[in-house]
């Protein structure tokens, strides 16, 4: 288990620190970028509009800024997502986690599935950004967690992610094994929504997440450091 042995910092490289809240103002970014900074954290994922501002706060840190897009429904058209993600990308974006059509999904629409990660793929791939597509795992059944990872196996995003932690319910360290052993090696596992304490946190990481989104970053850390010390 590799929360066992898993390094302060290690975990910090882990973590997407988040703050996707409609009422957040200025100085919540700064906070935010400022913790990341200060615990070199993987990201800090925002919605599209503060990209600007936190790709300034955290110039040269290391830290990258993440865009969430088609965040939390996914229910946009293809041509929207498309727009949405390069315009995020040249406002700063290093990484892009953009929501599927659940739609399509439900009505076993694959093919239009495949193509939306597709494209969406080789957008980030092209402009050098990394890919993650976030499943929203509380809608779906085990079958179609199981049919979306295969498909990601197939195209390759850098990444497959959980949820976006606004359904009714996150992460589970079921759902977080069912996509890796899907998707392959080469596709990572983002697991997000609902980790709020080490404990869940180390359950994911267990489950073979690499990444994890939450805004409970440095409550986790606290908890981290309380068990282990400074290991």
Known sequence: MRSKTITRQELCSMFDHTNLRACAKQEDFEKLCEEAKRNRFAMVAVNPAPVPLCKRLLEGSGVHVGAAISFPLGQESLPVKLFSANQAIQDGADEIDYVVDLGNVKNGKW?????EMEKLVLLCRRQGVISKVIFEICYLTQ?????????????????????????????????????????????????????????????????????????????????????????
Request: glycine share 10%.
């Open 143 to 231: 079958e179609e967690i199981v049919r979306l990872a295969q498909i990601a196996k197939t195209v390759g995003p850098d990444y497959i992610k959980t949820s976006t932690g606004l359904g009714p319910h996150g992460a589970t360290a079921e759902a977080v094994r069912t996509m890796k052993q899907n998707a392959g090696e080469k596709v990572k596992v983002k697991a997000a929504g609902g980790i709020r304490d080490w404990k869940s946190c180390a359950a994911m990481i267990d489950a073979g997440a690499e990444r994890i989104g939450t805004s409970s970053s440095l409550k986790i850390l606290e908890e981290f450091d309380a068990a282990y010390g400074a290991r």
């Open 111 to 115: 093919e239009q599935v495949k193509e």
